[in-house]
């Protein structure tokens, strides 16, 4: 595949994510005055946005190792823009949670966070997210230098807090948690095999 090929297979991949992302929104929001969604569409929202937080963001951890195992730098083009994805979804997660949960009363709010501990995770999860949607721009990353690539590497942590939070929701129904546990070995397996790959050849 030709330079032009793979750059345009890029900026096709970032339509299809937009087009995608932006058309499920409209499909939640419809639901709720087509009643689609179910007997409880708030539920249904509150986890279809949860889940989908966590798809893009372990679909934007991916990038990486799909990048070094497809020899495809384009790529990299990708996880911002899959990761930001992540962060509206999660957004929605979490609003859906304050307003049809509890809308926006704080006593209520802090007793579920405190009390439930796969919201307490939840909203850690949340918490460390937001500084990395902040920085994700060209223009934090410059400016932040090498301090970006640490802060950044807080996604790890996200990923790990977000899906225990899913887990300890779901119970006793854990397939998909323990999918989405497996997925993230492998990522943090392939990122260990490629980091000692790498000191192998430097000592050479």
């Not at 307003?99 to 919201?119: G, K, Q, T």
């Not at 939840?122 to 460390?128: E, N, S, T, V």
């Not at 887990?167 to 948690?177: G, I, N, T």
Request: hydrophobic share 55%; glycine share 6%; with cysteine.
């Amino acid at each position: 595949m030709g330079v032009l090929a793979k750059r345009d297979s890029v900026f096709l991949a970032k339509l299809l994510i937009w087009l995608f992302a932006l058309g499920y929104c409209i499909y939640l929001i419809g639901g709720i005055f087509a009643d689609y969604l179910g007997a409880n569409p708030i539920e249904a929202i509150t986890h279809q946005t949860g889940e989908w937080g966590l798809h893009f963001l372990l679909a934007s951890l991916s990038i990486s190792t799909l990048r070094r195992r497809l020899y495809w730098n384009q790529l990299q083009k990708l996880r911002r823009l899959l990761g930001l994805w992540s962060f509206a979804f999660i957004v929605l997660h979490f609003f859906t949670f304050i307003f049809f949960d509890h809308f926006f009363y704080l006593p209520s709010i802090i007793e579920d966070v405190v009390d439930r501990p796969y919201i307490t995770v939840g909203f850690a999860a949340f918490l460390l997210l937001i500084p990395l949607a902040v920085t994700s721009t060209r223009g934090f990353q410059r400016s932040l230098g090498k301090y970006w690539l640490r802060l950044h590497r807080l996604v790890y942590g996200v990923a790990i807090l977000g899906i225990l939070h899913y887990w300890w929701l779901v119970k006793a129904d854990s397939l998909y948690p323990l999918i989405y546990s497996f997925i993230l070995l492998l990522l943090f397996a392939e990122r260990l095999f490629w980091r000692l790959q790498k000191r192998a050849h430097s000592v050479k």
